[in-house]
């Protein structure tokens, strides 16, 4: 039944994006200088969880990487590398760039001069940006001229809360591109277009289809994973075709998958106060960052901190209660 199980990935880039005609374009206009060897436009690309804002800038990239031999990119999710040498580090080796270099012990300043050592434009794409501990390294990024940004996050205020006055300022002119969670009818074309690269054309209903993009409610990841464990179920059960029955047993499966990769992404100081928490099942604030303190050798600082419990509510790891210190956390699991 299986033909390509890699399009049944939520990481998977596909050739043709369904639904993001308009933010296509603009990123491939922001970035298009790339190829004549300039600097291009640094972007800030904005939704919900499940939108497609990393497979978006991937996509343009990986384009823009086949057409031109001047333009190289790295990646980096600041969620499990949210310190300054970790970002740059998993920025150069995604690019092949730093495969010799130790994160740890290795100054920031060794990681920057690779970039000056590059012959190409790079473009940088940093997710969860507002999860970085040192928010300068985008200060630093911005005044290479070989390094253009993609920056992506849920929510551009977050970013710029905690964002140095300079920093700030030179964000100010980044493109902004915002995307919207997908519609019923736009999120069946995407299940049903991974599905026939996967699997091969009516291998899944339009009903079948149809339900996957109702549980996943707008949520592209959500409903991929989906997709690819209700096929899994019904291998299983000695068929080759999918059927309803397959997704509504696939549900809680594929909620736990979820949960299961996003907290395997964690850096050690959120992985701590993800696991406070979970053991807790509620805490006060005041209680969790005095338990943290109590566990870490070399506590983050109280913003570090904030941030950290910011991503694990946007994954839907942790959910809060209040403000300030009177604020709860509640552990949400799958």
């Known amino acids: 039944m299986i033909r390509d199980a890699r399009a049944l990935a939520p990481e998977f880039v596909p050739e043709e994006l369904w639904h993001r005609d308009g933010q296509i374009d603009a990123l491939s206009a922001a970035l298009r200088p790339l190829a004549d060897g300039l600097t291009g436009e640094d972007v800030i690309i904005t939704g919900p969880s499940g939108v497609g804002k990393t497979t978006l ?8 990487e086949r057409e031109s031999f001047a333009v190289e990119s790295g990646y980096v999710n600041c969620i499990s590398d949210s310190t300054k040498s970790g970002a740059l580090s998993q920025l150069l080796r995604s690019a092949g760039r730093a495969a010799d270099l130790r994160i740890e012990g290795t100054p920031t300043s060794v990681f920057i001069d690779r970039f000056r050592e590059l012959e190409s434009q790079f473009v940088a794409i940093i997710d969860e940006v507002d999860i970085l501990d040192d928010p300068l ?6 005044e ?30 980044a493109q ?12 069946c074309d995407i299940l049903q277009a991974r599905a026939e690269i996967g699997l091969g054309h009516r291998v899944v209903e339009e009903t079948v289809i149809e339900r996957i993009a109702d549980v996943a409610a707008g949520d592209a990841r959500t409903g991929i994973v989906l997709l690819r464990r209700a096929v899994q179920h019904a291998q299983e059960s000695g068929r080759n ?7 509504d047993a696939s549900r809680e499966p594929a909620q736990r998958e979820i949960h299961e990769r996003n907290v395997a992404t964690l850096s050690t100081h959120q992985r701590v106060l993800y696991e406070i928490v979970k053991e ?28 950290y419990l910011r991503g694990l509510e946007r994954y839907k790891m942790i959910r809060k209660y209040g403000t300030g210190r009177g604020s709860r956390y509640e552990y949400v699991g799958y």
């Open 280 to 307: 807790a099942g509620q805490i006060g604030a005041h209680e969790l960052h005095e338990r943290y303190e109590e566990r870490v050798s070399t506590p983050r600082s109280q913003a570090s901190r904030r941030r």
């Open 176 to 187: 902004r591109l915002h995307l919207e969670k997908y519609h019923h009818a736009e999120l």
């Open 57 to 64: 800038a991937r996509h343009v990239v990986q384009q823009l």
């Open 241 to 247: 075709w999918v059927s309803e029955s397959d997704v």
């Open 137 to 142: 390294l985008l200060l630093s990024l911005y």
């Open 144 to 173: 290479h001229p070989a390094v253009t940004m993609v920056l992506i996050t849920v929510d551009e205020d977050d970013l710029l809360a905690d964002l140095d006055s300079r920093v700030q300022s030179r964000l100010r002119g």
